[in-house]
């Protein structure tokens, strides 16, 4: 019999493609991983992996069953939730995933409040861009996310979250941009650090500036950086700008490190969205998300 046990080691190494990770996330010897994978081939009558020297790739037989292991430990959670007695203590765990500015500015205190009132729940957060919550939301990796930018899968399900500005920021230092305030046909001579292609604000901002008649991939780009913290480090040492989180720059404006230029007429709200696939419904991740929504009064 194939046990839920052992699709959890299948699917640990077949994410993460390395027996040594699978391991070190199950909290189980390597050896043990390699017995599990071994008896599980044997009894389905398959390779599930080639092996070449220290690198490992799934066999079409591998890819199959991954889609199933997905499923079938989905199915696992969702019948314990089901029958977990409302009344005693919340334990379990949530695999959650969050786009850059959530998983570092926002979510971390919401966490931590979420952990002091349920420490029985576990949560493991994973960061990337917008792009990559939603596609590993579509392949099971993740129970949900919360990421920034537009809905742009029709095979999630995607709930408001928290509202958001993307303001115009510079150095205090940069004496190039003295002004307060400029107009949207100032933003093209401008010297402009933006994001990697994928993330949800380079969507959100692409799109704002096109209802003003302003294409922002004739932007002269100076820099394109992979974070939040990246682009204000660069922002601090350089005379160029960015559009950023309010949420993301409130210290460095205490500090006196960042400012905000007004742009007239122009404003880019946001919304954060929890996104999820239809249909999903786990009775911890109904606990979480109405605890963060309540933590904003929204």
């Known amino acids: 019999m194939v046990t839920d046990f052992r699709l959890k080691v299948f699917r640990a190494v077949a994410e993460r493609l390395s027996f040594t990770r699978a391991a070190e996330e199950l909290f189980i010897t390597q050896p043990a991983v390699t017995k599990h994978i071994n008896e599980l081939e044997r009894q389905l009558g398959v390779s599930l992996f080639h092996r070449r020297g220290n690198t490992i790739a799934l066999t079409p037989q591998g890819e199959r069953l991954l889609q199933y292991a997905r499923r079938i430990l989905s199915l696992y959670r969702e019948m314990g939730s089901a029958f977990t007695d409302e009344q005693s203590a919340f334990e379990g765990s949530i695999t959650l995933g969050a786009s850059t500015t959530l998983a570092q500015y926002i979510l971390p205190a919401l966490l931590a409040q979420f952990h002091r009132r349920y420490p029985g729940i576990r949560i493991g ?133 960042l400012r905000i230029v007004e742009i007239e007429g122009l404003r880019i709200p946001r919304k954060f969205h929890f996104v999820m696939r239809h249909g999903y419904s786990e009775r911890l991740s109904a606990l979480f998300i109405p605890f963060c929504l309540s933590s904003y009064n929204l």
């Open 125 to 257: 957060l994973h960061s990337g861009n917008t792009q990559q919550i939603e596609q590993w939301i579509l392949e099971e990796k993740l129970d949900f996310g919360v990421i920034e930018g537009n809905a742009s899968q029709p095979q999630l399900h995607y709930t408001p979250f928290l509202e958001d500005e993307l303001v115009l920021t510079t150095a205090v230092a940069n004496r190039t941009l003295a002004q307060e305030e400029i107009t949207p046909a100032d933003l093209p001579s401008l010297r402009w650090v933006i994001r990697e292609t994928g993330s949800g604000t380079l969507d959100v901002i692409e799109r704002a500036l096109e209802q003003h008649g302003i294409s922002f991939r004739q932007f002269p780009i100076e820099m394109r950086l992979g974070s939040t913290e990246g682009i204000k480090r660069y922002l601090i040492q350089s005379e160029a700008v960015a559009f950023l989180s309010l949420h993301a720059i409130d210290q460095e404006l205490r500090h006196n490190l």
